[in-house]
């Protein structure tokens, strides 16, 4: 009885969610998109383009060029959370499950008799028939893998897509991997391939066939080892982590592409981190801010370091006196808005520390900044996030700009991001008058994007303005950049 976890993946989740919903959809290629754009890429592909070469991560002009009739579907986050609570109900009544990785995964464990390899299976089959019991199916599918551990077992759910069921027991390691590319192994991306390569590996079965010493030394830490034993079986308990950091980041539509939008996007963004820090009772003791520009390589950087807070009146001033400057040089004509307008902004709460190893603050103005924040929580809470917010966020929620966006390992808290302004779009599949406004944005987008490529084909006949923006950024006393 080698068999410990049953891991469970949802194939294609967030194009099936959109299948399930519209029916007319289901066995079409579907993608879903982030923003009704073509310089954003694919966030989802339903089995349907996945077999037309169209994956997460394609390019939205690539996708329409490989599936002409493949159909874009904006994002909708919070019935994609709403489904994943309704998946995790529908798995509860055949195993108690672990805490989900991410919205698309769930790891369940195995005890006594479940064990048995024909238990097991069964169990896999009585949760696959409960998700159409309960009305989720049949567009609706989930591939499962049975394994010693819980590595070995996400390997082998993703063995037999989709609808798949993949058994491995000890006994079968390591040839059962041996088929496998290394990327196919959760923690292996590219830079780790390219170091594995480096120390003679280049195959899963030389993989598997590597000491611990070996991995050791590839990984450059005790991560090696830790990995070694999984490949060999071992069920090794999770590793404590402690967060580290809270933060957003938006690419943003045309629309936005102007100091004043991204500038209240930026606000909004980190009034919702604020907000998370202080539901996770941590304080920040640093803060870093990205904005990168079209046609252009430099962009503007700031880490910044403070006391602990959490109040996000104050974490506002901070955020609105570094970009102070950026106004200044637009001001200026040192940055050139029409010619390298925003293009995507980031903002990132660091140095985190567990409020209650802080001192509490004395000061009647940063008490009375607290006290706001407090009452900003308990209104959002109730009411929707952005019920109640900051003016200089208007322009970003009266155009429902960054909205909430599923990270990878982290199930969003719909009381912490979504948005009032947002819930009947979130009800509602997208119409085909959605859908008709979508292409026509990524039309203007394509225009856009060539007139911007044109202008840096030909970079060269402005080369003296380039080479000052290039000295600019060098100064932190003339430019921000």
Known sequence: MTLRCLFIDFDSFFASVEQHDAPHL????????PVASDATCCIAASKEAKLQGVKTGTGVREAAERIPDIVFQLARPARYVQIHHQFLDAIQQCIPHGAAGSIDEVPCW???????????????RSIKQKLVDVGI?????????IAPNKFLAKTGSDMNKPDGLTVIEQADLPGALHGLDLRDLCGIGPSMEQRLRNAGIQTVQQLCASTRKQLRRAWGSIEGERFWLQL???????????RSSIGHSHVLGPELRNFASMRSVLFKLLAKAAMRLRDEEFLAAGMAIRVRFVGMEARFDRDLRF?????????????????????RDTESGRWQVRRHPPLSVAITLTRLEPRSTVCGQLMDERLRSKAASVLLDRVNRKYGNNTLYMGAMADAVSRNAAPMRIPFQHVPELALEEETALHCLEQTPTTAAD???????????????????????????????????????????????
Do not use: Y
């Open 26 to 33: 289901r066995g079409r290629p579907v993608a879903v998109i």
């Open 110 to 124: 195995l005890i006594g008799r479940e064990r048995q390899r024909d238990n097991a299976i069964a169990i896999a």
């Open 137 to 145: 199916g049949p567009s609706m599918t989930c591939s499962i893998g």
């Open 232 to 242: 060999q079986g071992f069920d090794l308990p999770e590793r404590e982590t402690r």
């Open 307 to 327: 006391a602990p807070l959490d109040d996000t009146p104050a974490l506002l001033q901070i955020l609105g006196r570094n970009l102070e400057v950026l106004a």
């Open 435 to 481: 859908l008709l406004q979508v292409r026509m944005n990524q039309f203007r987008v394509l225009a856009e994007k060539t007139h911007r490529e044109r202008t840096i084909k030909h970079k060269s006949a402005g080369a003296g303005s380039w080479e000052t923006a290039k000295q600019l950024m060098k100064s932190p006393q003339r430019s921000l950049f």
